[in-house]
């Protein structure tokens, strides 16, 4: 009998636990993270920047799955739609990651570099300097709701009653399957049109 | 010493506590409620329709901030751009509610009815009636992840070393102070304008 193979802690195991933990209950702690690890929670605090270290652990795994190749595309609109279909998916896997890591600032650096490359990308295409964090925060807004409707049920609204509310009986049976995806393609496209505009009004 | 005038449990004091929990945990549980209001678990469920019914409760609680008297506003846009701005305050004051709502189907009547004005407003104004629910839930998607940011921290991203990522960090420095509301208008006029092209497009 050795000692074990992999060591019992390390930062990928307490991020992975981490994040088993909020998909299943929306919250973690650090005991608990420490329970299912089999250790102490004060070797948990030894591996990691305390809580917030954790979350930001949780920052950088949830991000890892956007692709941020996707600021090479052009024109710079189709560029911004690929990173927001990508972000979109990553967070669709982990929803209930969302309320967690928005509610804290961001301090991971490669989740900090993949708005470094958002904002270069903007400010090459020629969007004035003030409009750039209001342009990036308001595509992450529509990203993090459709995430969050892509992780709900695919019947949303249940109506006990069909005559109560006739109308939206009537609206609800006309929406095909991929209700979540329509939805989120519109408000895109929509987004990007009047970004696009403003670009134009904004340029010499 | 007579009975107690006001009663241990009732439905209201039962939402009140579930959305004391949400707000605080992310989640709540029925023993959990049952415990701070000094019941029993048993008790609890005698005046609630199971944990689902919790939900349904929370839902109705929060949506009862959203001011659905907005749908008689003119011009029809005039009428969303009003709900979706109410409909995000009331949403930003428990944003923790947003995940667990999201989660699982709307069943709550008195919710079911603001639907019921949204889609009877879009299908007056000429909406065909395949485009009604995308065109909700776009707007519901923008409302949610705005909420989301409302209750993020004024200093959403904290730069330990300015030069790693000097475009974001010129960027943060021109962003104005209330970035979540700019962004949410932007995105907001964005979508109305796509939304409002459709119908031009689709009317006769």
């Not at 993270?33 to 305390?50: E, K, P």
């Not at 049976?173 to 403003?198: P, Q, W």
């Amino acid at each position: 009998m050795g000692r074990p193979r992999t060591p019992l802690l390390d930062r990928e195991r307490i991020t992975t636990t981490a994040l088993e933990l909020v998909d299943e209950q929306g919250e973690f702690s650090v005991p608990q993270i420490a329970r299912r690890l089999g250790a102490q929670t004060a070797s948990v605090y030894h591996h990691v920047d305390g809580r917030d270290g954790i979350v930001e652990l949780l920052r950088e795994r949830v991000c890892d799955a956007i692709d941020d190749g996707a600021f090479e595309l052009t024109p710079w609109d189709a560029a911004m739609a690929a990173w927001a279909r990508s972000y979109r998916a990553a967070f669709a896997a982990h929803p209930r990651t969302i309320p967690l890591l928005t509610a804290s600032p961001v301090r991971a650096p490669k989740v900090l570099q993949q708005y470094e490359k958002a904002v270069a990308r903007l400010l090459d295409e020629g969007f004035p300097l003030a409009d750039v964090m209001p342009v990036i925060i308001g595509l992450e807004n529509l990203v993090l709701g459709s995430a969050l409707d892509m992780a709900a049920p695919e019947m949303m609204w249940e109506l006990a009653d069909e005559t109560a509310t006739p109308q939206l009986a009537r609206a609800l049976g006309a929406v095909s399957e991929s209700r979540a995806d329509r939805a989120f393609e519109m408000a895109l496209a929509g987004y990007l049109t009047h970004v696009r505009a403003l670009l134009d009004t904004d340029r010499p």
